[in-house]
Structures are given as C-alpha cells and as structure tokens.
C-alpha cells in the first residue's frame, strides 16, 4: 500500500507491471507529445518526471514550439511502452495537456541491407539532440496507394532504386541535418514519423523542399501535419513557454 496521503497518480504508477516491460526486440521505443501549456504549469513537477525517465536510461528532447498547434514538444526515447506511458501520464499530471501525439520504433529500413554496423547502430539507438543543431521539426508520412501511383504495388527493385535515389538528395545535408526515421506503420495514422535536427530554420526548409523533388517522394509521399521549433535544455524551453529565468 502506499504511504497515508501519496498522490492518486503515484499510487497508480506504483502499480504500473515495470517487472514485465514491454519493448521492441529490436531497436528503441519513441514517443512524441506535443503539448499545451498553460501559466500555471506545475515546472518542478514537469522537471521530476523528465529527470526520473532520464535517470532510467530513456532521452528526452525538449522544444518550444512555434504556431498554434501545440508550445511544447517532448521527444522521448526508450525500450519499454510502459515507461513511456508512465512519463506521458506524470506530464499530464504536471499542466502539460498532450493535443497531438506520435507512437513509433526505431528501424532499419528494409532497403538498408548491408549497412555498417556502425551506422545500423546509429539508427537503432540514436544519440540524441546532436550538437550545434537546435532547429526541430517533426511531421509524419506514409507512401501513396492511389491507382496511379502505389508505392506497395512496386517491385521490391523498384522501390530499393528510388529510395536509394532519396538517401542521395539527404545526404547532401549532411552537417546541416540530421534526420531521424521512425516506423509506425501498425501503431499510428501514418507508417513514419521523420524527425529533423537543423543547423538554421532555413537549412530544415529546404531540405524538406529539395527531398520533395525526388520521385519516390514526388509521386509516393503523403505528408502529415509538421510541429517546429527549438530544441534546448528544459528549463530554457520552460523560460520561453511560461517565463522566468533560463539557463543562458
């Protein structure tokens, strides 16, 4: 039982199964929640569910948001779907009140075979915010079934060659993007989530333009909504959201 006067919420995460999780067996769970922020927003108690889901080993990137569909985004990675959803709940509980989400894993592409190691790993446990690259933005896609254009109509060759095209164009980013796929295809709307660390707004513009052109996102891309802002420590997100001091 919990101690006389614990919270409603603790007592309901003591209860959570943490001794069976629940995680890919391959890869990282990810979560993305985009959120509204009132004055009153509860800070320390935003601040202890970051810092105790950081000290179970999970990432969390913080960014205030531009624009009117949400002020703060919280990209967390991790293995276990019950830690996830225990953070989700513990920010609700501190006034941040999720208006959009996006559950995802993340994968090596099935176009990837032979891939180093090293860059495998890298796609699989991703460090993340890279240095030097506060520009975010996240949108979801998935490729096009119409009946004349659908992409799962294609022969595997066929779609290896023109997503190998696609990699061409991104990696002429490189040091100005970074961009983190994730799969969803069974687990949300959309079947990835594409997240983008830039150096400058600009470089984040048009690299999503640029990439537009190639024809497997020319004739296959569906887009969803896209969230953008700037990645920084908690505190100087919370100092651009709600006001006080921050930590530059």
Known sequence: MPPKGTPALFSTLARVPTDS????????????????????????????AVT?????????????????????GLMVLGADLWRLRQ??????????QPVASYVSLTEVSEYAAGLPEEMRQARL??????EGKS????????????????????????RKELMT??????????????QVITGSTGLDDFEWGV??????????????????????????????PFYTGMVGPLDDVLAALIGGPSTT
């Open 52 to 72: 105790s889901v950081r000290d179970d080993g999970y990432q969390v990137i913080p960014a205030a948001l531009l624009g009117h569909k949400a002020d703060l």
């Open 195 to 224: 997240t983008l660390f830039g150096v400058h707004p600009d470089d984040l513009k048009e690299c999503v333009y640029q990439m537009r052109f190639d024809e497997g996102s020319a004739n296959y891309a569906e887009f969803g």
């Open 125 to 130: 446990f991703p460090q993340l915010p890279p």
């Open 165 to 178: 095209g696609h990699g061409k164009v991104g990696r002429t980013f490189a040091g100005r993007i970074l």
């Open 87 to 96: 953070f989700q709940t513990a920010v609700t509980a501190a006034g941040a």
């Open 21 to 48: 999780p629940l995680a890919p067996s391959t890869g990282w769970s990810v979560l993305h929640l985009f959120c509204r922020v009132d004055p009153d927003l509860d800070a320390y108690a935003l601040r202890r």
């Open 135 to 158: 520009a975010f933005c996240f949108y979801p896609m998935s490729k096009r079934r119409t009946a004349e254009y659908n992409w799962y109509g294609l022969e595997f060759e066929a």
